[in-house]
Nanobody, 124 residues
C-alpha cells in the first residue's frame, strides 16, 4: 500500500510560481513512476506530466511544457511539480499518482495510487 500526500497549493496571481510536493509513505517509492494530474470543476481529470522511477525521463502535456517541471527525490520519497508562469487556465485541483512499472502513462486509470489533491487557483 502506498499513501500519497500533496501539499503546496494556494491562491496566486497570473505569472506567479508554485511548487507542489507529493510525499509517499512506505519504502518502495523508487519502484513507482509518478504522475501529476489536474481536474477543474466540470472537467475530466487531465494528465499534466510524469517522471520515471529513476527521474531520468519526464513528459508533459503540451499546455505546460516550458512552464512546469517535475522532479523527484527517492531518498525523501518525494516528487515535486514546479509551476512557473502560472495562468488562470491552470486553476484546478492537482493530484499526484503512483504507477507500478517502468513506463509512465497519460491515462489516469493506469495509475495505482492517488493522493487527495491540492487546490491551485490562479487569478488574472
Amino acid at each position: 500500500q502506498v499513501r500519497l500526500v500533496e501539499s503546496g497549493g494556494g491562491l496566486v496571481q497570473a505569472g506567479d510560481s508554485l511548487r507542489l510536493t507529493c510525499t509517499s509513505s512506505g519504502r518502495t517509492f523508487s519502484m513507482y513512476a509518478m504522475g501529476w494530474f489536474r481536474q477543474a470543476p466540470g472537467k475530466e481529470r487531465e494528465f499534466v506530466g510524469a517522471i520515471s522511477r529513476n527521474g531520468a525521463n519526464t513528459n508533459y502535456v503540451d499546455s505546460v511544457k516550458g512552464r512546469f517541471t517535475i522532479s523527484r527525490d527517492n531518498y525523501r520519497n518525494t516528487v515535486y511539480l514546479q509551476m512557473d508562469g502560472l495562468k488562470p487556465e491552470d486553476t484546478a485541483a492537482y493530484y499526484c499518482a503512483a504507477k507500478g512499472g517502468v513506463v509512465t502513462h497519460v491515462i489516469p486509470e493506469r495509475y495505482d495510487y492517488w493522493g487527495q489533491g491540492t487546490q491551485v487557483t490562479v487569478s488574472s
